[in-house]
Nanobody, 123 residues
Framework: DVQLQASGGGSVQPGESLRLSCVAS????????TGWFRQAPGKEREAVSC????????YYADSVKGRFTISRDNAKNTAYLQMYALKPEDTAVYYC????????????????WGQGTLVTVSS
């Protein structure tokens, strides 16, 4: 099994930036697609972005397209979510997850999840 540790959340003002990190333990990270998901209070978990194992295919939710960038460094077993121009509606607990196979924007298809990191955007 691969264990995931997400970090980098915090409290910021609208328009500011944060970078989330997801560190994976285990030898298979470079074979796995990685996704970032978020869940706001009272709402369902939604897909934010995902990236394939090689890092050459990425997808974004329309709500974050142009503001967020997903990337990965397989040598460091780490995936990142760079978030710019944060908005109050980005407030949520952010989770990273991994799956074998293609990168897809469906949380139900992911196998292992990190514990989540809270992002709060408020003035």
């Amino acid at each position: 099994d691969v264990q995931l540790q997400a970090s980098g959340g915090g409290s910021v003002q609208p328009g500011e930036s944060l970078r989330l990190s997801c560190v994976a333990s285990g030898r298979s990270f470079s074979d796995l697609s990685t996704g970032w998901f978020r869940q706001a209070p009272g709402k369902e978990r939604e897909a934010v972005s995902c990236i394939n194992n090689r890092g050459d295919t990425t997808y974004y939710a329309d709500s974050v397209k142009g503001r967020f960038t997903i990337s990965r460094d397989n040598a460091k077993n780490t995936a990142y979510l760079q978030m710019y121009a944060l908005k109050p509606e980005d407030t949520a607990v952010y989770y990273c997850a991994i799956r074998w196979g293609l990168a897809i924007m469906n949380p139900e298809s992911y196998d292992d999840w990190g514990q989540g990191t809270l992002v709060t955007v408020s003035s």
